[in-house]
C-alpha cells in the first residue's frame, strides 16, 4: 500500500500477521492444546502462571493443584494450539523460584487405553469360554 501527503512519499507494507514457520508444518501428534506443568513452587500464584505461560498466546484456563497430592502442578489450557508447543518448547526446564519446570503435552488417550486394556480382557475371555466349550465337547 502506498500513500502520500503533501510532498513526502511513504510507502507501507501492510501483511497478515506471521506466527513463525513453525505454523506452516504439520505437528507431531503428542502436540495439543493442553499442557500439563510439573515442579512448580508451591507459592506460585494464578496471576504469576498468567504472566509467565500468557507470554506464548492467550490463555483459555489454568488450574492450580491446590491439594495435597496435585501440589506442584497445573493445566495450563491455550486457545491455539501452536501457542501451546511455543510455550512447551520455550518453558520446559524455566527456572521458577528455584525450580525447574516440566512441561509435557497433556495426553487424554490415557481414558481410551483403560477402555481398551477393559475390551481386551472381555475378548480374552469370550475366547476362554468359546474353547472351554470346545474342549468339553472332546
Known amino acids: 500500500m502506498a500513500w502520500s501527503h503533501g510532498t513526502a512519499h ?3 507494507t501492510i501483511r497478515a500477521p506471521t506466527y513463525g514457520k513453525h505454523r506452516s508444518g504439520q505437528l507431531p501428534p503428542n502436540v495439543n492444546r493442553i499442557l500439563l506443568v ?4 508451591f507459592k506460585i500464584t494464578a ?3 498468567y504472566d509467565l505461560f500468557g507470554k506464548y498466546g492467550a490463555i483459555r ?11 506442584g502442578t497445573a493445566f495450563v489450557i491455550y486457545e491455539d494450539i501452536y501457542d501451546a508447543k511455543e510455550a512447551c518448547d520455550h518453558l520446559q526446564g524455566f ?4 525450580r525447574y519446570l516440566i512441561v ?7 481414558r481410551s ?4 486394556t477393559a475390551q481386551e480382557e472381555e475378548r480374552v475371555e469370550q475366547l476362554r469360554r468359546r474353547y472351554s466349550s470346545m474342549e ?3
Not at 38 to 41: A, E, G, Q, S, V
Not at 61 to 71: D, S
Open 113 to 116: 487405553r483403560r477402555v481398551d
Open 104 to 110: 509435557l503435552y497433556y495426553q487424554t488417550n490415557h
Open 10 to 12: 511513504m510507502h507501507v
Open 95 to 98: 527456572n521458577v523460584m528455584g
Open 136 to 138: 468339553a465337547d472332546d
Open 61 to 71: 484456563q489454568i488450574r492450580v493443584g491446590t491439594e495435597p497430592n496435585t501440589k
Open 47 to 49: 496471576e504469576e502462571m
Open 38 to 41: 510439573k515442579n512448580l513452587p
